[in-house]
C-alpha cells in the first residue's frame, strides 16, 4: 500500500504560481512511476503530466506544456507539481497517483491522494 497526501492548493489570481507537493508513504516509493491529474466540476479527470521513477523521464499535456513541471525528490518521498502562469481553466481538484508506468490514464494507477483544491481567480 501506498498512501499519499497533496498539499499546496489553495486560491490564486490569474497568471500567478502554485507548487503542488504530494506525500508518499508506505510501500517504497522510488519503485513507482507518478502522475498528477485534475478534476474540475462535471468533467472528466484528466491527466496533467507524469514521471518515471528516477525522474528521468517526465510527460505533460499539451495544453500545460510550457507552464507545468514536475518533478520528485525521492529521499523525501514527495512529488511536485510546479504550476505556473494559471489560468481560470486551471480551476479543479488536483490529484496524485502512484503507478507503475507514469501513463496517462487514471486506469494505469494503483493509489490515489485524496486531492488539493486550486481556484484560480480572474
Known amino acids: 500500500q501506498v498512501q499519499l497526501v497533496e498539499s499546496g492548493g489553495g486560491l490564486v489570481q490569474a497568471g500567478g504560481s502554485l507548487r503542488l507537493s504530494c506525500a508518499a508513504s508506505g510501500r517504497t516509493f522510488s519503485g513507482y512511476g507518478m502522475g498528477w491529474f485534475r478534476q474540475a466540476p462535471g468533467k472528466e479527470r484528466e491527466f496533467l503530466a507524469g514521471?518515471?521513477?528516477?525522474?528521468?523521464?517526465?510527460y505533460y499535456k499539451d495544453s500545460v506544456k510550457g507552464r507545468f513541471t514536475i518533478s520528485r525528490d525521492n529521499a523525501k518521498n514527495t512529488v511536485y507539481l510546479q504550476m505556473n502562469s494559471l489560468k481560470p481553466e486551471d480551476t479543479a481538484i488536483y490529484y496524485c497517483a502512484a503507478g507503475g508506468s507514469p501513463g496517462i490514464r487514471p486506469s494505469e494507477y494503483d493509489y490515489w491522494g485524496k486531492g488539493t483544491l486550486v481556484t484560480v481567480s480572474s
Open positions: 514521471i518515471s521513477w528516477n525522474g528521468g523521464s517526465t
